[in-house]
């Protein structure tokens, strides 16, 4: 079982960023894959972005590609995800998930944390 809590969200303007922090609880944080998720109002849960249990492999959605960027701390049992030059349409509540590394499914999840952008 892997318990996740995220922290960092807030309002912040147009072109400003944050850094979203989530903490995972567990003794093996290296074997599992970390994701970011978001769902916008009235909107679906689209994924953000990801990172393999070494951090080697790292993946974006093109919606934040080039701005977003992910990292894990595997001694802190941490994930990151620096965000840059936000949007309004970055406006979301952002959810952290894990998965084993031999599985596709995400399984655990965070209780998400709002983020907004205003212009």
């Not at 318990?3 to 944050?18: I, R, Y």
């Not at 074997?31 to 249990?53: D, V």
């Not at 030059?85 to 952002?94: G, I, P």
Request: glycine share 10%; hydrophobic share 35%; with cysteine.
């Amino acid at each position: 079982q892997v318990q996740l809590v995220e922290s960092g969200g807030g309002l912040v303007q147009t072109g400003g960023s944050l850094r979203l922090s989530c903490a995972a609880s567990g003794r093996t944080f290296s074997s599992y894959a970390m994701g970011w998720f978001r769902q916008a109002p009235g909107k679906e849960r689209e994924f953000a972005s990801s990172i393999t249990g070494s951090g080697t492999s790292k993946f974006y959605a093109d919606s934040v590609k080039g701005r977003f960027t992910i990292s894990r701390d595997n001694v802190k049992n941490t994930v990151y995800l620096q965000m840059n030059s936000l949007k309004s349409a970055d406006t979301a509540v952002y959810y952290c998930a894990a998965r084993p590394e031999y599985r596709n499914d995400w399984i655990y999840w965070g209780q998400g944390i709002q983020v907004t952008v205003s212009s």
